[in-house]
């Protein structure tokens, strides 16, 4: 089945506690994406990436990294996680961003709680 | 002013009824156009794509954009139960730039 896996999908941490939450694409898709979701703001892109070894800012990019060594595996990293990045996070893959249609195809979710 | 502003609802309709969601937006250079479901615990599914002005009709869906006054709507004929969910626009300039999203209106059909 195509999908886009995350893990774990529910996660109560303490402040500055470093946590990774992964992401794994079976789709064979070069383009990757983390957002939050926060209620009253919608999706906020925090980085994305176009291809392996190719990461960049989205536009929440503050207190997160990632990496993309292999295609299908895009983790997002919290080095000291805070209260304020307590949310609902989604990864999400396309095959092209390139392309006129561009479906992103998303993931179920974690749900991160810092306190 | 936000992007891409919604209704964040609740709205609650009868079985059967018409729904009618909007978004507005402020930029005038978006050109691609979204709508997005997303069922409670679930990530978001993409419903309707379309670009630029006009309607697109995909069964009991019908999406309408409207570029001169920066409006777009999502029509739900026949509205069912399995249709309650929270649905998200989405925009974007151009086929590479990123996709800006709305904050959601939550639809409840009650049967």
């Known amino acids: 089945e195509a999908q886009v896996t995350q893990n774990p999908r529910y996660l109560i941490t303490v402040t500055g506690k470093k946590l990774t939450v992964t992401c794994s694409q079976n789709?064979?898709?070069?383009?990757m994406s983390w957002y939050r979701q926060d209620p009253g703001l919608g999706l906020r892109q925090i980085y994305y990436?176009?291809?392996?070894?190719?990461?960049d800012k989205g536009d929440v990019p503050e207190g997160y990294k990632v990496s993309r060594k292999e295609k299908r595996n895009f983790p997002l990293i919290l080095e000291s996680p805070s209260p304020n990045q307590t949310s609902l996070y989604f990864c999400a893959s396309s095959h092209d961003p390139k392309s006129s249609y561009n479906e992103q195809f998303f993931g179920p979710g974690t749900r991160l709680t810092v306190l | 002013q936000k992007e891409v502003e919604q209704d964040p609802g609740p709205l609650s309709v009868p079985e059967g009824a018409i729904v009618s969601l909007n978004c507005t937006y402020s930029n005038s250079a978006f050109q691609y156009f979204m709508w997005y479901r997303q069922y409670s615990r679930k990530g978001p599914e993409l419903l309707m794509y379309?670009?630029?002005?006009g309607n697109k009709e995909d069964g009991r869906f019908t999406a309408q954009v409207d570029k001169s006054s920066k409006y777009i709507s999502l029509f739900i004929r026949d509205s069912q139960p399995s249709d309650s969910a929270t649905y998200l626009c989405a925009m974007r300039k151009t086929s590479y730039d990123k996709v800006i999203f709305g904050p959601g209106t939550s639809l409840s059909v009650i049967p």
């Open positions: 789709m064979n898709h070069e383009y």
């Open positions: 379309t670009y630029s002005s």
């Open positions: 990436s176009m291809n392996v070894e190719v990461t």
